[in-house]
């Protein structure tokens, strides 16, 4: 399967709510910060993280490194950036720019991090109905798709895959509506499994799709366009929603992911030998 190729410089970005209107720089990684008293911070992230695997190595990583815990709530991009706006949690890992910029422009977060990237793939049944395979251009493969009629399975659930997806059909010309356009409200790793049952096509981040090789057998039938770069930031919550301890904690967690230590534990988190997620902290 081809890796991940480097992108494009990563896009600014955000979402709307707050009433705060304050915005800082990202503070530098400092990896040898003193950690602050043990807490337990919460963080909303989307369901890649969690689903591709990665979260299972780079949170234990941490706490060891800080005696701080993290408990994840993982939902699309949309429902963890309205989890930060309600002051439900502390921080964010999420991939969608546009809303997180207006996040932190409204005053709900405080700068944006970035820390890693991948990249969307269109996947579809070996048979590939639609003719696509080899495709590299995504807009188009979505319009064949339409135009076959040919089964899609939609995350619609206001996910940062399902915000590229709708942006992908808008930049086809394309209203996705019909009895072969399905709407899950579902998570990455279902949307694969339900894809895979109804031999149909999907979007999906790359390392969800590799995370579940061994349960569906859909195949990459494009990849490669510029418009599927995928980036993910960290957002530490509006601080006034938070104690000076929490507030320490979660500066920790983001100076570790984007320190040398956490961004190598990125880096080497791999399925089948194949690295999921680019790190790309300054």
């Given at each position: 399967?081809?890796?991940?190729?480097a992108?494009?410089?990563l896009g600014?970005?955000?979402?709307t709510g707050?009433?705060?209107?304050?915005?800082?720089?990202?503070?530098a990684?400092?990896?040898t910060?003193?950690?602050?008293?043990?807490?337990?911070i919460k963080m909303?992230t989307?369901?890649?993280?969690e689903?591709?695997?990665l979260?299972?190595?780079?949170l234990?990583?941490?706490?060891?490194?800080?005696?701080?815990?993290?408990?994840?709530i993982?939902?699309g991009?949309?429902?963890?950036?309205k989890?930060?706006?309600?002051?439900?949690v502390d921080v964010?890992?999420?991939h969608?720019?546009?809303?997180e910029e207006?996040f932190v422009?409204?005053g709900c977060g405080?700068?944006?991090?970035a820390?890693?990237y991948?990249?969307f793939?269109?996947v579809g049944p070996?048979?590939?109905?639609?003719g696509?395979?080899?495709?590299t251009d995504?807009a188009s493969?979505?319009?064949?798709?339409a135009?076959?009629r040919?089964?899609?399975?939609?995350?619609?659930?206001?996910?940062g895959t399902h915000?590229?997806e709708?942006?992908?059909?808008?930049t086809a010309?394309?209203?996705p509506?019909?009895?072969?356009?399905?709407?899950?409200?579902?998570?990455?790793g279902?949307?694969?499994?339900m894809?895979?049952?109804?031999?149909?096509?999907t979007?999906t981040?790359?390392?969800?799709?590799?995370?579940?090789g061994?349960?569906v057998?859909?195949?990459?039938v494009?990849?490669g366009?510029r418009?599927?770069?995928?980036?993910y930031?960290v957002i530490?919550?509006d601080?006034?929603?938070?104690?000076?301890?929490?507030q320490a904690?979660?500066q920790?967690?983001?100076d570790?992911?984007?320190?040398p230590?956490?961004?190598?534990?990125?880096a080497?988190?791999?399925?089948?030998?194949?690295?999921l997620?680019t790190p790309c902290a300054?």
């Amino acid at each position: 399967m081809p890796t991940v190729a480097a992108a494009a410089v990563l896009g600014l970005l955000a979402f709307t709510g707050c009433k705060r209107a304050t915005q800082s720089a990202p503070a530098a990684p400092a990896a040898t910060k003193p950690a602050p008293a043990v807490t337990t911070i919460k963080m909303a992230t989307t369901t890649s993280t969690e689903n591709s695997g990665l979260l299972a190595v780079l949170l234990p990583a941490f706490k060891a490194a800080t005696g701080i815990e993290v408990q994840v709530i993982a939902v699309g991009t949309g429902k963890a950036i309205k989890h930060g706006e309600n002051g439900d949690v502390d921080v964010l890992l999420v991939h969608d720019p546009e809303a997180e910029e207006k996040f932190v422009a409204q005053g709900c977060g405080v700068a944006r991090v970035a820390v890693m990237y991948n990249d969307f793939v269109i996947v579809g049944p070996p048979a590939d109905p639609a003719g696509l395979k080899g495709g590299t251009d995504a807009a188009s493969c979505l319009a064949k798709i339409a135009a076959a009629r040919a089964t899609f399975i939609s995350r619609g659930d206001a996910s940062g895959t399902h915000v590229k997806e709708q942006t992908l059909w808008k930049t086809a010309g394309v209203t996705p509506e019909g009895a072969w356009y399905v709407s899950a409200g579902q998570g990455m790793g279902p949307v694969l499994i339900m894809a895979d049952e109804k031999l149909a096509y999907t979007l999906t981040d790359r390392a969800t799709y590799i995370a579940y090789g061994e349960k569906v057998g859909l195949v990459i039938v494009c990849e490669g366009d510029r418009q599927l770069f995928n980036p993910y930031t960290v957002i530490a919550v509006d601080p006034a929603k938070q104690s000076p301890v929490k507030q320490a904690s979660v500066q920790a967690f983001i100076d570790y992911i984007t320190s040398p230590a956490g961004q190598a534990v990125i880096a080497g988190f791999k399925v089948k030998g194949q690295q999921l997620f680019t790190p790309c902290a300054k």
